[in-house]
């Protein structure tokens, strides 16, 4: 299946799931990743996600990883000025944030992040395939920031819905995941 046929049909199912299914299954996916060792992730890009999508809430691994290691440093992306790249800043007690085109929070301020500091990279996506490729929402940014970061920096990913079986239109410029947390089980590619 193609990725504009994948975004719409996975972002429909999404946006008809319950809250009360909503809660159980993130529940489910904070245990999968409580499985996984931590103490090592010192930089974590997050990302502010987008309710109105019914987007699993990060934020809640956010506090994992912070909890397992507490100096751990986390970071959301920005869009840059060109309107084509991201950069990743500091999210501290202190930032101010504002909603960007797309009206998804970025922080104004915080220092920018060098992309080779991230240890773990929480990656969004609509749908992902049994090879680890991800389906987003179609502006290619995050495929041009994970190129930028280092080759062993672990790129993880959570979905309501299991694997897909292929992404037909997977091209060069398309970064697979490390992993994928659903309710029912963690993927390793």
């Given at each position: 299946?193609?990725?504009k046929f994948i975004r719409?049909?996975?972002?429909?199912?999404?946006?008809?799931?319950?809250?009360?299914?909503?809660?159980?299954?993130?529940?489910?996916?904070?245990?999968?990743?409580?499985?996984?060792?931590?103490?090592?992730?010192?930089?974590?890009?997050?990302?502010?996600?987008?309710?109105?999508?019914?987007?699993?809430?990060?934020?809640?691994?956010?506090?994992?990883?912070?909890?397992?290691?507490?100096?751990?440093?986390?970071?959301?992306?920005?869009?840059?000025?060109?309107?084509?790249?991201?950069?990743?800043?500091?999210?501290?007690?202190?930032?101010?944030?504002?909603?960007?085109?797309?009206?998804?929070?970025?922080?104004?301020?915080?220092?920018?992040?060098?992309?080779?500091?991230?240890?773990?990279?929480?990656?969004?996506?609509?749908?992902?395939?049994?090879?680890?490729?991800?389906?987003?929402?179609?502006?290619?940014?995050?495929?041009?920031?994970?190129?930028?970061?280092?080759?062993?920096?672990?790129?993880?990913?959570?979905?309501?819905?299991?694997?897909?079986?292929?992404?037909?239109?997977?091209?060069?410029?398309?970064?697979?995941?490390?992993?994928?947390?659903?309710?029912?089980?963690?993927?390793?590619?």
């Amino acid at each position: 299946m193609l990725k504009k046929f994948i975004r719409r049909e996975y972002l429909g199912r999404r946006l008809q799931i319950t809250d009360e299914e909503s809660q159980l299954q993130s529940d489910q996916m904070v245990r999968n990743l409580q499985t996984f060792d931590l103490s090592s992730i010192h930089f974590l890009l997050s990302y502010y996600p987008l309710h109105e999508r019914k987007e699993f809430d990060v934020g809640l691994c956010e506090k994992i990883v912070q909890e397992k290691n507490p100096g751990s440093k986390i970071a959301w992306p920005k869009l840059c000025a060109d309107n084509v790249s991201m950069e990743a800043h500091l999210i501290t007690d202190h930032n101010y944030f504002v909603k960007n085109k797309y009206n998804i929070l970025e922080p104004v301020g915080g220092a920018a992040v060098d992309p080779n500091l991230f240890d773990l990279i929480f990656v969004p996506l609509l749908a992902f395939d049994l090879k680890g490729y991800r389906v987003g929402y179609g502006k290619g940014y995050y495929d041009r920031y994970l190129v930028k970061c280092r080759p062993d920096a672990v790129k993880m990913s959570f979905s309501f819905f299991d694997a897909i079986e292929c992404i037909d239109d997977i091209n060069e410029f398309d970064v697979p995941l490390n992993y994928c947390i659903t309710p029912m089980r963690i993927y390793e590619f």
